[in-house]
């Protein structure tokens, strides 16, 4: 038993909603399909964007794209129009670039109030100027009422790559320090208790941000971060499994050590949801060298998105590259990936 | 009466097909919603792409994005991954750019059979080898059953610009030769006979390619042509009308020396299309000062995608930035922007 996915069915087989959703079935359709026919080393490194050189320049170019289809399109803590900002900014830094440009392209349903896309654009207008981007080129398609659902947006991302940062994952070293930047399972929850209509004391909102703040925070601090990955769809469990795969190694993390907000825990336990494997849109996982991690961990903590930041494990030697969670009652359970669709459309 | 759009109902108006046909309800939503909010010089210019200045480096590179949503997906001559392919290395070529690189973001419907994905999947590698492109990161989405149709497919390009060279259509100057490098209408009309279960003794077939080496070959002959575009939605009417609102000048055509196949036209006759306003997928129009027209029509007609490039116009000075006709019984007619939705979902 090995920590890889099985065999896709190309001849009889259809789309699934678990192949969007974060886990094993996406990355069977990813490898099997995407990587195996545009075949080239930067899909092949499954990192969330590519580091591009450009020739006859000193520089690369960092890449990253993110097709946004969230429902619903409002949701407290953020829109679709902020999350596509968002999340490819966090893809691009994610990879080591700093994000300067964004394409924006749209899927319009005919019908959508022009209104509400006007309060989409605005949204995107305010993260872009936040994350200091600027939306350059775009494109608008309308399709007949029934043929998509309001608002789709693809965002596609470019910066230059910080000079000197290499943030493969397949760096990664048994003994390495896992951090991550704060409570997890905001984003996820919000969208979740929006669709259920449910209420609790405290409001569950979005984490949806910009992290590139962050990001070049920790890499002034420890140019030598391992890998960075925010854990957006398939949450903590999607990144860790990448991360193990990616590094041939085993991961074990502390479950107490985890910050998770108390309406988080609430609503996971109403609706029978694991927060591991919720989604997250302001949020990163870095893996460091053990002595670099109180730096990285100071450093995070004195910027306002990573004021939680938390140390909650350490990679390991392990052939099968198992994820494993010590719980907080001393047990240990396997963190596997996430296998079925637990929240569709959650980005 | 001058050749601008009117305003768009942001309060109580919806979107509409017409917004994404490429003709002028489609101007009014990209300049009252995405160039007033997104605000910023590389889209008020509304090229295909944009040209960016690296930080510290003497190179630009140049970003352009498409989502593609054309149904049927698969039709004669291409298909939505071929296509997805040519419209964006098209765009960054038509803006001046050398296309390198790719993003690809899928839309997927819950259902879509997995041989389909990877026959669009297969073509789409397979067009961008021909076009010297690699798709280097990606990007699935699915959404539940009856949220989209079939596959819809983002694709976002980044090249380096040709140094030297500046397509800004505020170049152009009255007295400028208009070209296209070969028929017009191939593509629309093969979607649209596909669509309508039309036959014709000769098949109708998309004209789809990648026109990057096509404009290489022309920028090589002629580095100071003053403008390029390629007549996708919103056809050969829609470009003329981009150019003459950016130059601030008229434009003047010969329908006789616009090249049309003689199937298209029959078929444009049978549907009441205007070949004029149907999409194309691997034309360009180009623009430049007339002592050049005969090197660049030398070149063009070199390559396989410009042998039956031809010279239909010129532009004049006209401050209300009409687009006319000199029609083949010798009368004149207005050439407008497109104003319906003629054809929708084409690309």
């Known amino acids: 038993m090995t920590n890889s996915p099985r065999?896709?069915?190309?001849?009889?087989?259809?789309v699934e909603l678990s192949h969007g959703a974060g886990g094993r079935a996406?990355?069977?359709?990813?490898?099997?399909?995407?990587?195996?026919?545009?075949?080239?080393?930067w899909l092949a490194a499954q990192t969330d964007g590519a580091s591009l050189?450009?020739?006859?320049?000193?520089?690369?170019?960092?890449?990253?794209?993110?097709?946004?289809?969230?429902?619903?399109?409002?949701?407290?803590?953020?829109?679709?129009?902020?999350?596509?900002?968002?999340?490819?900014?966090?893809?691009?830094?994610?990879?080591?670039g700093r994000p300067q440009w964004l394409s924006a392209g749209f899927i319009l349903e005919e019908g959508f109030p022009l209104a509400d896309l006007e309060r989409i654009v605005v949204s995107m207008a305010t993260a872009a100027q936040v994350a200091g981007v600027v939306i350059?080129?775009?494109?608008?398609?309308?399709?007949?009422?029934?043929?998509?659902?309001?608002?789709?947006?693809?965002?596609?991302?470019?910066?230059?790559?910080?000079?000197?940062?290499?943030?493969d994952p397949a760096n990664i070293r048994p003994g390495d320090a896992i951090i991550v930047s704060g409570t997890l399972g905001d984003h996820g929850m919000?969208?979740?208790?929006?669709?259920?209509?449910?209420?609790?004391?405290t409001a569950l909102?979005?984490?949806?941000?910009?992290?590139?703040?962050?990001?070049?925070?920790m890499l002034a601090a420890v140019p030598g971060v391992h890998a960075l990955r925010d854990p957006t769809r398939g949450g903590l469990a999607a990144v860790l499994n990448e991360?193990?795969?990616?590094?041939?190694?085993?991961?074990?993390?502390?479950?107490?050590?985890?910050?998770?907000?108390?309406?988080?825990?609430?609503?996971?336990?109403?609706?029978?949801?694991?927060?591991?494997?919720?989604?997250?849109?302001?949020?990163l996982v870095a893996v460091c060298a053990p002595a670099d991690a109180p730096r990285l961990l100071d450093a995070m903590r004195a910027h306002p998105l990573g004021r939680d930041a938390s140390l909650i494990g350490h990679a390991l030697a392990d052939e099968r590259c198992f994820v494993e969670m010590e719980t907080a009652f001393g047990g240990r359970r396997m963190i596997d990936w996430l296998s079925g669709e637990q929240l569709p459309r959650i980005c």
Chains 1, 2 share one sequence.
């Not at 065999?7 to 259809?14: I, S």
């Not at 998509?148 to 596609?156: Q, R």
């Not at 919000?190 to 004391?201: G, V």
């Not at 502390?254 to 302001?282: F, M």
């Open 136 to 167: 350059v080129t775009g494109d608008t398609k309308v399709v007949e009422r029934g043929k998509c659902d309001g608002v789709f947006i693809n965002t596609t991302g470019v910066g230059v790559a910080v000079p000197g940062v290499n943030l």
């Open 26 to 41: 996406m990355a069977q359709l990813i490898e099997q399909l995407f990587v195996r026919h545009f075949d080239n080393q």
């Open 53 to 96: 050189p450009l020739p006859g320049a000193a520089e690369r170019i960092v890449m990253a794209t993110d097709c946004h289809v969230v429902s619903p399109l409002f949701f407290p803590g953020g829109d679709i129009g902020s999350l596509a900002v968002h999340g490819t900014v966090n893809d691009v830094a994610m990879a080591g």
């Open 205 to 217: 909102r979005s984490d949806s941000a910009a992290l590139n703040g962050l990001v070049e925070a």
């Open 190 to 201: 919000a969208i979740m208790s929006q669709r259920e209509n449910l209420s609790f004391e």
């Open 243 to 283: 991360f193990a795969r990616a590094a041939g190694c085993g991961m074990s993390v502390r479950e107490a050590a985890i910050p998770l907000r108390p309406e988080v825990t609430a609503a996971c336990e109403l609706l029978g949801l694991d927060p591991l494997y919720v989604a997250n849109e302001g949020k």
């Open 7 to 14: 065999r896709l069915d190309l001849r009889n087989g259809r």
